[in-house]
């Protein structure tokens, strides 16, 4: 079973900045995309960032230039580095990974999802 872990989240002023870490642990032979993704109150689920095991990253127009994906293979981790805080980044964001457990199965794994509030 593999599971994704998050941590990083909080409270932060307007202008500020959060890293978030995603970890993941248990049996699998490889991960191919990461992502984050969030959901604030009364809305959908919605994309923030992936990045592919080729290191391609994509960005939705909302958090391009503020936000940066990036991962560390060695560790299985998946890293978010947000700045320039806006109120409307209020949300919980959930870490998404593909992992391949078997020759044949590249199941969807989501983390448990950690809160950011952007508030003065």
């Known amino acids: 079973q593999v599971q994704l872990v998050e941590s990083g989240g909080g409270l932060v002023q307007p202008g500020g900045s959060l890293r978030l870490s995603c970890a993941a642990s248990g049996s699998f032979l490889s991960i191919s995309t990461m992502g984050w993704y969030r959901q604030a109150p009364g809305k959908e689920r919605e994309l923030v960032a992936l990045?592919?095991?080729?290191?391609?990253?994509n960005y939705p127009d909302s958090v391009k230039g503020r936000f940066t994906i990036s991962r560390d293979n060695a560790k299985n981790t998946v890293y978010l580095q947000m700045n320039s805080l806006k109120p409307e980044d209020t949300a919980v964001y959930y870490c998404?990974?593909?992992?391949?457990?078997?020759?044949?199965?590249?199941?969807?794994?989501w983390g448990q999802g950690t809160l950011v509030t952007v508030s003065s």
């Open positions: 998404n990974a593909r992992v391949r457990t078997s020759q044949y199965r590249y199941p969807e794994v």
């Open positions: 990045i592919t095991s080729g290191d391609t990253t």
